[in-house]
């Protein structure tokens, strides 16, 4: 049985840092990503990481602010987030692919074929 499992969320005031974790079990992924979704809105992208940790992208509004990683010998991949801003208030979600898209595609919800149950975060201002 696939699972991805995320920790690490909470409440912060603006400004300050949390370390999201995700461990994936069941399987490996080629890419592992993280998502938001903010009340009332869309699923949207936020950064991404392949197997070998060379290639990371990220969304423009967590550029410079987040960095992903992932730790292949024990399937996680964690999300670093300084710098926030009450904007990045949403559930995360850590998603697992195991599709070779290009960069574009891995910034969209049907590049993954796995997903975990999702942590809060809330920035207050």
């Known amino acids: 049985q696939v699972q991805l499992v995320e920790s690490g969320g909470g409440l912060v005031q603006a400004g300050g840092s949390l370390r999201l974790s995700c461990a994936a079990s069941?399987?490996?992924?080629?890419?592992m990503g993280w998502f938001r979704q903010a009340p009332g809105k869309k699923r949207e992208f936020v950064a991404h990481?392949?197997?070998?940790?060379?290639?990371?992208a990220y969304a423009d509004s967590v550029k410079g602010r987040f960095t992903i990683s992932r730790d292949n010998t024990k399937n996680t991949v964690a999300l670093q987030m300084n710098s926030l801003e009450p904007e990045d208030t949403a559930v995360y979600y850590c998603?697992?692919?195991?599709?070779?898209?290009?960069?574009?595609?891995?910034?969209?919800?049907?590049?993954?074929?796995?997903w975990g149950q999702g942590t809060q975060v809330t920035v207050s201002s």
């Open positions: 998603a697992g692919g195991s599709t070779r898209y290009s960069l574009l595609l891995r910034t969209t919800t049907s590049a993954y074929d796995y």
């Open positions: 069941g399987r490996t992924f080629y890419t």
């Open positions: 990481i392949t197997s070998s940790g060379g290639n990371t």
